[in-house]
């Protein structure tokens, strides 16, 4: 096996209306440089994170039993770590993708998007961010009896995507512990709605329906507690010129989409979140079509 190096994207889920279903890649990446050795399985650069908790190690490991393929030795460094852990940009996500193409590149690359997005999805258990995370662009994902059916949707190219992480993180676990386990029909009609529109307003171009199309009454209302400033950021944005606000996966991380002739919204937006309790950090970034690659 030759050395390669392996890039994975950030992705943002829901993207407020399309709770558990939609899912977006961002260009922001993590990467790692793989390559054989003699003997024994090194993963270097991720010094804070045990090797039994490590899921790049796992869901390679969990992919090469699955098909019966041995080892002698290999060696995964990481080069860049950039998507944050437990800042809603799928983290996890990114990492079990890695595993599963690394596994696949030692297995002589056989398996199929499809096979690498099913694989994910039995580790994290829900298809939103690995969809994307593999396939790139925007996505639609449904997950029903073990069997995933995704489709791409275009986004329209004068799109970008301001990310605002704070220093705090929100798990996912608790995220969907604070969630009702029951919606009123109305509530159910109204995200239905909206995402129907959503994907309709990004496949048409028509950029000014995302404020309504990305309105939810399913998570976001119930998860703002777990975000402090959550509605005073998504106002200055809104006040910013952003089209629309939400947040992204289960929090912390918050997203505006903006027009990207909105050149002020990264300077304007930092200023403002330099005068809150806890830091932020924004960036303005593009969707990322390629999802997972390998050189």
Not at 5 to 21: C, E, Q, R, W
Not at 51 to 73: A, C, P, Q
Not at 242 to 263: F, P, Q
């Amino acid at each position: 096996m030759k050395p390669f190096i392996l890039k994975v994207p950030a992705t943002t889920a829901n993207m407020g209306s399309g709770f558990d279903t939609i899912g977006m890649a961002l260009k922001l990446f993590n990467e790692y440089e793989v390559e054989e050795i003699s003997k024994g399985i090194e993963v270097v650069g991720t010094e804070n994170i045990s090797l039994e908790n490590n899921l790049v190690y796992s869901s390679m490991l969990r992919t090469l039993k699955k098909y019966g393929h041995m080892i002698d030795g290999i060696r995964i460094c990481a080069k860049e770590i950039n998507i944050p852990i437990n800042g809603g940009l799928g983290s996890s996500a990114a990492s079990i993708v890695g595993g599963i193409m690394i596994a696949n590149q030692i297995m002589g690359n056989n398996l199929t998007s499809h096979d690498i997005i099913c694989l994910g999805t039995e580790i994290e258990g829900h298809p939103d961010n690995i969809a994307p995370a593999v396939l790139g662009g925007l996505t639609v994902s449904i997950y029903e009896e073990g069997n995933i059916t995704c489709s791409k949707v275009k986004v329209p190219e004068n799109l970008r995507f301001a990310i605002m992480f704070p220093t705090f993180s929100v798990s996912t676990q608790h995220a969907r512990n604070v969630l009702p386990a029951l919606y009123s029909k109305s509530d159910c009609i109204f995200n239905i709605s909206r995402v129907a529109l959503l994907i309709a307003a990004m496949s048409n171009g028509e950029t000014d329906k995302l404020r309504m199309a990305t309105e939810d009454r399913i998570h976001q209302p119930y998860r703002a507690i777990l975000i402090p400033d959550m509605n005073n950021v998504f106002s200055h944005a809104k006040e910013l010129g952003a089209k629309a606000e939400v947040i992204s996966g289960s929090g912390s991380t918050l997203m505006a989409i903006i027009d990207e002739s909105n050149r002020d919204f990264q300077e304007g937006m930092q200023k403002y979140l330099d005068t809150l309790k806890e830091k932020w950090v924004v960036k303005v970034l593009e969707v990322d079509t390629e999802g997972a690659t390998i050189k």
